[in-house]
């Protein structure tokens, strides 16, 4: 599966959305995201797993614990796809738009 395909799919999950949404504000530790959660810690470390596998999320160990971040360089791998598709979608709309104003013509 495409990295892409990847992201997007760990980004379907309401669950992830809220953590990766929390990561975003400031990096935080697995108890800190339990705290603002409605799952258990397990479930917590289960979603960061899915995360990093999909290199959305990275760990910084420190002392017993991991600190977790947005990862820069899985985030801009995903932005650059969206722009692509971006890109398209206002080619085609810029190509509908001067098509109508021709026809109005």
Known sequence: ?????VQLAALGNSTRRR????LGARPRTVVELTRELTVSQSAVSQHLKVLRESHLVRAEPKGASNIYHIDPAGLSQMRAWLDRFW????AAYKVAVEKS????K
Not at 1 to 5: I, L, T, V
């Open 87 to 90: 890109s398209s979608t206002l």
């Open 101 to 104: 104003v021709e026809d109005q």
């Open 19 to 22: 953590i990766f949404a929390l």
């Open 1 to 5: 599966m495409a990295k892409d395909s």
